[in-house]
């Protein structure tokens, strides 16, 4: 296998038109590169011509050593990691493909060496760390869940939904609360919303809207921004809506809110799931991922849904350097 580094055309050339998550697109890339620290680098392993793996990667060079992650820590990146291309059938091709692939990016970043911390969060797609494993680094699943759609319609989308969340959707028809979709002002308004949340926690804040407007803003990015108000046209609560091309993303947003009893952002829910459903230009999006099922108290609520429970992978640096990192990043999955 032959492993070069990529330019963003390059990259955008390599990377397949479908089964990709939204933060591999070479503008969202852009707009990664431009608001982390580190120096943004693409690899793509070749036979030939053809690219058969792909790797976005972040590189920190501190007084410490050197910082490798994918995605970067605290810009709210929920995944980014390896994309395995093998075409081939047998699943040997495959593992062989993804086992030369992982042995020649770690020697190339020398992850081997103690002055370098590696952390890669990988999406969905990719089914196996072992190699990584194989070459002395710690693998650990974390779950995400994801509401396949493709055969709902709305009549019969909330039937595998719990009791209590079929009623608090169902509260939309007597509530005064309006879910509409908006611009940019009220995507600021959701983001500010959030970091509030999170600095009466004192936890860091997940995502800067400087970040998170040039993400929206970014050419291949498809969204929406999600709001409720009341009838007076009151901010109640809002979510961010990213859109590959099979797969919507709750991703920003959602700040536990209630008005006269009902839950906001359950009708939240009910209308991005909806329009999924119902609207033709979304006729390729056939699931809803709910991004993050790893903390107690949130997997109560998406839970209520019924989604099927999906295990992605964190691979990691080993030993004490590490859990000292964690304490200075905000290493933490939804």
Not at 56 to 76: C, D, H, L, W
Not at 246 to 260: F, K, P, R
Not at 288 to 300: I, K, P
């Amino acid at each position: 296998m032959d492993l070069q580094r990529l330019t963003l055309s390059e990259w955008d050339e390599a990377l397949p038109s479908s089964g990709t998550e939204v933060f591999h697109t070479p503008s969202v890339l852009s707009a990664i590169d431009d608001h982390s620290n580190g120096e943004l680098r693409l690899y793509g392993g070749f036979k030939g011509e053809q690219p058969v793996a792909l790797l976005p990667v972040f590189v920190n060079e501190r007084t410490i050593g050197r910082v490798v992650t994918s995605p970067p820590p605290s810009m709210g990146i929920p995944r980014l990691g390896p994309l395995v291309l093998s075409a081939s059938p047998k699943q040997r091709k495959k593992e062989t493909v993804n086992e030369g692939f992982a042995e020649q990016i770690l020697d190339d970043l020398d992850v081997e060496a103690r002055s370098t911390l590696f952390r890669m969060i990988c999406p969905r797609a990719y089914p196996d760390p072992r190699p990584y494993q194989w070459n002395r680094l710690e693998v650990q699943p974390r779950f995400t869940y994801v509401l396949d759609l493709e055969d709902c319609t709305v009549d019969n989308v909330m039937d595998p939904f719990s009791r209590s969340l079929r009623n608090e959707m169902r509260n939309r028809e007597s509530s005064d609360i309006t879910i509409s979709v908006e611009g940019m002002d009220t995507a600021e308004q959701i983001c500010d919303s959030v970091n509030e949340h999170f600095a009466d926690y004192g936890a860091r804040s997940p995502a800067d809207w400087s970040f998170v407007q040039d993400l929206l803003n970014a050419d291949s990015v498809h969204h929406r921004v999600y709001v409720a108000r009341t009838d007076d046209g009151s901010y109640c609560s809002g979510i961010i809506v990213l859109y590959s091309d099979d797969t919507a993303y709750y991703w920003l947003g959602g700040i536990t809110a209630t008005h006269e009893g009902v839950s906001v952002n359950s009708l939240l829910h009910r209308t991005v799931i909806e329009d999924i459903i119902e609207e033709p230009e979304l006729d390729s999006v056939t699931r809803y991922d709910l991004v993050g099922a790893n903390t107690e108290r949130l997997c109560r609520y998406k839970g209520k849904f019924s989604g099927m429970l999906v295990p992605y992978y964190v691979v990691e640096s080993n030993g004490l350097e590490m859990k000292l990192a964690k304490g200075v990043y905000d290493l933490a999955t939804r």
